[in-house]
């Protein structure tokens, strides 16, 4: 079928192409890229993350959630503490993330990629994943940004065996062009093919996930493993110059800032320049009332019709690659943005909050953008300029994403080189610090996006240079 895919890794997209090529749909595209960025894009998304897609289908959008949740249903005792490790981004910018088993909440995202396909898909598991069987085990060339991702990730990776050995296969940590493969990996897609959720919700695998965190402090006991399941939400709206924008709604809080800001924006006036998006970001800041997020993200369109946009996080990673499972699991309950309550304030069972917000926008009905971005606190500006572009500028979805961008929060403008100088001029007249970073950096999101044209039908994507995002089409 004809499409288009655009994805944080080169392979993920060419793999969800090929399934369109094998006469798959827009859903099918989705699961098999996902599961190929498991083994292409290992550090920030895999078997132990969890995530969202929002699927357009015959007129009417769903938002399956598939986010990971809290532990604790089976009441078991936390006996260990979160692990503080510093990550250094650049000689400005150093964050500090809390990770190790008692970072780790339930995962989501077999049990979501198995729902999509269940309710829209038209290929069955054990097609979508050879390319990534095959990613995994022969592996694949480490291309320059996930070289990077490794580097400054490297503190959390080394602290315990499995992922030490896995990403410092000689003692170091692998570099660009160097090849990374992830055999375990390669045997849990081939099971869960076969076996589907099972085994990583009720079986084997699930009773050697949580023993492992469990003996080592955590809390993801069997019983929150047995009790997870997808859940579908109505999408959060938002109109915006004559288009209809469907996102990511609560508990995360993401999509409706997109809302909000969009909203914003329309009562503003007809043009959204650098000094209208502070202000609708600023106000989006206070009516919410993290640095790196190991995120990515796929958006498809089918020549159909049909689009999935799917975004799924490890947080940072937890560092805990359990043994014989091919799971490296999240650090979500480790993540300061998603608890602003505190650690270890969730109630067991819901989901944890999230940035990330799986957006799809209409005009007259019919699909004109899907669009999704990782990016911790990033994503709701990065989706939100993205938006603005391709709806408001007339951009395509290539030179919306590739366009510099602005960050507004904590009373700081931080702008890519290009922004407007001269509204950068007045900001500051007006008494608002802009930080004019020196170059367009993975710190602004990394934004996936897929277009039709609603005139003529003709497919386009852009990947987000920031992210190596790349596009691929059947």
Do not use: K, W
Request: glycine fraction near 14%.
């Amino acid at each position: 079928m004809p499409g288009v895919v655009a994805a944080g890794h080169p392979e993920s997209a060419e793999a969800g192409a090929a399934m369109l090529r094998a006469g798959g749909n827009a859903v099918d595209a989705a699961v098999g890229a996902v599961l190929a960025s498991f083994a292409v894009e290992s550090p920030l998304t895999g078997l132990g993350a969890g995530g969202f897609m929002a699927v357009h289908h015959r007129g009417e959008t769903t938002l399956l959630d598939f986010f990971v949740a809290v532990p604790g249903l089976d009441e078991t005792p936390r006996t260990g503490d979160l692990e503080r490790v510093d990550v250094v981004f650049d000689a400005e910018t150093t964050q500090a993330f809390f990770v190790g088993p008692v970072s780790c909440g339930v995962p989501g995202t077999p049990a979501g990629l198995v729902e999509a396909l269940r309710r829209f898909g038209s290929m069955p598991l054990d097609e979508l994943v050879v390319p990534a069987i095959r990613l995994a085990r022969e592996g694949a060339p480490v291309n320059h940004e996930q070289a990077y991702i490794l580097e400054i990730l490297e503190p959390i990776h080394a602290r315990l065996p499995g992922t030490r050995e896995l990403y410092a296969p000689a003692g170091r940590t692998l570099r660009e062009g160097e090849i990374f493969r992830f055999e375990e990996l390669a045997v849990a897609l081939e099971r869960f093919a076969a076996e589907g959720v099972a085994p990583f919700y009720r079986g084997e695998v699930a009773a050697a996930l949580s023993d492992f965190v469990v003996a080592d402090g955590g809390t993801l006991g069997r019983g929150d493993l047995a009790a997870y399941a997808a859940i579908e939400r109505t999408p959060v709206r938002a109109e915006f110059r004559g288009t209809e924008v469907l996102t990511n709604p609560r508990p995360s809080s993401g999509g409706t800032l997109i809302a909000y800001s969009l909203d914003v924006l329309e009562r503003l006036g007809p043009s959204s320049g650098p000094e209208q998006l502070v202000e609708a970001m600023d106000a989006a800041n206070r009516h919410r009332a993290d640095l790196l997020g190991s995120t990515t993200h796929i958006s498809v369109i089918d020549g159909e019709g049909m689009c999935a946009a799917v975004t799924c996080s490890n947080g940072s990673g937890s560092g805990v690659l359990v043994p014989g499972t091919g799971v490296i699991l999240n650090n979500m309950l480790g993540e300061e943005d998603l608890n602003p309550f505190g650690f270890h304030q969730g109630v067991p069972g819901a989901r944890v909050t999230s940035m990330m917000a799986p957006t799809v926008v209409l005009r007259d009905g019919e699909v004109v953008l899907a669009v999704g971005s990782a990016g911790s606190n990033r994503i709701r500006s990065a989706i939100l300029q993205t938006v603005v572009r391709v709806v408001e500028q007339g951009m395509g979805p290539a030179g919306a994403i590739a366009a510099p961008r602005i960050h507004f929060e904590g009373g700081v403008v931080q702008a890519e080189p290009g922004i407007d100088a001269a509204a950068l001029a007045r900001l500051e007249a007006r008494g608002v610090p802009v930080a004019r970073r020196p170059e367009i950096n993975l710190f602004f999101g990394g934004v996936q996006a897929v277009a039709r044209d609603p005139a003529t039908g003709a497919l386009s994507g852009g990947g987000d240079p920031r992210r190596g995002g790349a596009v691929a089409y059947a």
